[in-house]
Nanobody, 124 residues
Framework: QLQLVESGGGLVQPGGPLRLSCAASGFRLDRYAIGWFRQAPGKEREGVSC????????NYADSVKGRFTISRDNAENMVYLQMNSLKPEDIAIYYC?????????????????WGQGTQVTVSS
């Protein structure tokens, strides 16, 4: 059974870094594109970033470009989201998602498989 489990969320001060991890099990990660989405209170879920199955292509939402970096380690079945220069507007539940199709633009990608999410809070 395909499973995605996020970790690494927590409380961080504005301007600080945080790294999210997504552990995949039950499937071959190297056959799937992986993405990160987030949902803030009272807002719709939005795509943050995605990475191709090989790791050779990435895509980012404009709101996080230059601050967030997505990466993957297929040998370890792990995907990461390094978040730097965090802002209060980054507060959300962050979800890892997977699909066999390439996301292209994360904002219009609709993956089939989802994790349960991890909370990120940015506050002083």
């Amino acid at each position: 059974q395909l499973q995605l489990v996020e970790s690494g969320g927590g409380l961080v001060q504005p301007g600080g870094p945080l790294r999210l991890s997504c552990a995949a099990s039950g499937f071959r990660l190297d056959r799937y594109a992986i993405g990160w989405f987030r949902q803030a209170p009272g807002k719709e879920r939005e795509g943050v970033s995605c990475i191709s199955s090989s790791g050779g292509s990435t895509n980012y939402a404009d709101s996080v470009k230059g601050r967030f970096t997505i990466s993957r380690d297929n040998a370890e079945n792990m995907v990461y989201l390094q978040m730097n220069s965090l802002k209060p507007e980054d507060i959300a539940i962050y979800y890892c998602a997977a699909d066999r199709t390439w996301c292209g633009r994360v904002g219009v990608w609709r993956p089939d498989y989802w994790g349960q999410g991890t909370q990120v809070t940015v506050s002083s």
